[in-house]
């Protein structure tokens, strides 16, 4: 058993989210485990790009209401105390609403040469809008 150290807060990379977007590590896995988890928060307005994980994801919201989004436009509304699991491989994105902050738990598995994470294009505000809507 041991106590891991607190890591620095940072700032999400803007090739992957927009918007402001902070990030705390607060696990990485240590053979054998490929576990990873890190605390996301954020902003109004903020979401990261479109993307999948090879071996699936789960979030789990612990503070203000987001948005988990998929390719065929099945949309979850996340507040305080719910779970997502996106399967390996989805595409989807992550956010928060127009209105409100939100934060997140997300763990996943890595694949043993890095976290599983394949990035791809930006969410497009349009594409954003119309999660408001549905």
Request: net charge negative; aromatic share 8%; with cysteine.
């Amino acid at each position: 058993m041991e106590l891991e150290p607190v890591s620095p807060t940072a700032k999400a990379p803007a090739e992957r989210f927009t918007g402001d977007v902070y990030v705390d590590i607060f696990h990485t896995p240590k053979e054998p485990s490929r576990l990873l988890g890190s605390q996301v928060r954020f902003t109004p307005g903020a979401r990261t790009n479109w993307h999948s994980h090879a071996l699936g994801q789960l979030l789990r919201c612990t503070d203000g209401e987001g948005f988990v989004v998929n390719r065929d436009g099945t949309v979850i509304r996340m507040r305080p105390g719910d779970t997502v699991w996106t399967p390996p491989g989805e595409e989807h994105w992550h956010g928060a609403t127009e209105g409100n902050l939100m934060c997140h738990y997300a763990l996943l598995e890595g694949t043993g040469d890095g976290d599983g994470t394949t990035w791809l294009e930006p969410v497009t505000d349009d594409q954003y809008r119309q999660t408001h809507r549905s």
